[in-house]
């Protein structure tokens, strides 16, 4: 079972950016896309973006294009998820996952569901 540890939330000013991290422990995930979540407050979870395993591909949910960028580090089992031009909206608990299978699509892992996730990591937006 791989454990997830996210990090890099806050508290942001609407506009203003955050880095979160995401660090992969316990098998190696370079060979699966992985992606981010959320789940903002009285709210179900939602997709954000994931990336391909080689980072040559990323797909994004339509709430977050052009402001949200999906990045990897192979050598260091860690996903990142740049966040600029932050809104309130953006308000949430940030959650990292791993795909199921090797070597799929990002855009499979907003199909996908998911019995494992970490403690996530909180990012509020104030207006």
């Known amino acids: 079972q791989v454990q997830l540890v996210e990090s890099g939330g806050g508290l942001v000013q609407a506009g203003g950016s955050l880095r979160l991290s995401c660090a992969a422990s316990?098998?190696?995930?370079?060979?699966?896309?992985m992606g981010w979540f959320r789940q903002p407050p009285g709210k179900e979870r939602e997709f954000v973006a994931a990336?391909?395993?080689?980072?040559?591909?990323?797909y994004s949910a339509a709430s977050v294009k052009g402001r949200f960028t999906i990045s990897r580090d192979n050598a260091k089992n860690t996903v990142y998820l740049q966040m600029n031009s932050l809104k309130p909206e953006d308000t949430a608990v940030y959650y990292c996952?791993?795909?199921?299978?090797?070597?799929?699509?990002?855009?499979?892992?907003?199909?996908?569901?998911?019995?494992?996730w970490g403690q996530g990591t909180q990012v509020t937006v104030s207006s």
């Open positions: 996952n791993v795909a199921h299978k090797p070597s799929g699509l990002a855009r499979d892992m907003a199909m996908e569901e998911y019995d494992y």
């Open positions: 316990g098998r190696t995930v370079s060979v699966y896309a």
């Open positions: 990336i391909s395993w080689s980072g040559g591909s990323t």
